[in-house]
């Protein structure tokens, strides 16, 4: 079973920069459709950006033109740059493989943004 360990996170101000990486472990990610997903306080997990195989990137309408997403299959890896970040960023963010999102036990940690002045 794939295991993933995001990194990446901390805290910030209004207008910074952050990129985040996910480490996938126990199995292949290379031919999987890949997403970054939001968790604000108290809302739910919402995907933010995806990538699929051949690289492609699709995100949602609040983080478009800030944030990339991208993959380095040779190290198993996935990262999410931020610019711009807003304290409507802040959440804990986590990476998953898009046909997993349902299965509660196919998530990490995840890795803790806030953006505060």
């Known amino acids: 079973q794939v295991q993933f360990v995001e990194s990446g996170g901390g805290l910030v101000q209004p207008g910074e920069s952050l990129t985040l990486s996910c480490l996938a472990s126990?199995?292949?990610?290379?031919?999987?459709?890949m997403g970054w997903y939001r968790q604000g306080e108290g809302k739910q997990r919402d995907l933010v950006a995806s990538?699929?195989?051949?690289?492609?990137?699709s995100y949602a309408d609040s983080v478009k033109g800030r944030f990339t997403i991208s993959r380095l299959n040779a190290k198993s890896t996935v990262y999410l740059h931020m610019d711009k970040l807003q304290p409507e960023d802040t959440g804990v963010y986590y990476c998953?493989?898009?046909?997993?999102?349902?299965?509660?036990?196919?998530w990490g940690q995840g890795t803790q943004v806030t953006v505060s002045s």
């Open positions: 126990g199995s292949n990610i290379n031919r999987d459709q």
């Open positions: 990538i699929g195989i051949s690289g492609r990137p």
């Open positions: 998953n493989r898009l046909r997993d999102a349902q299965r509660p036990d196919s």
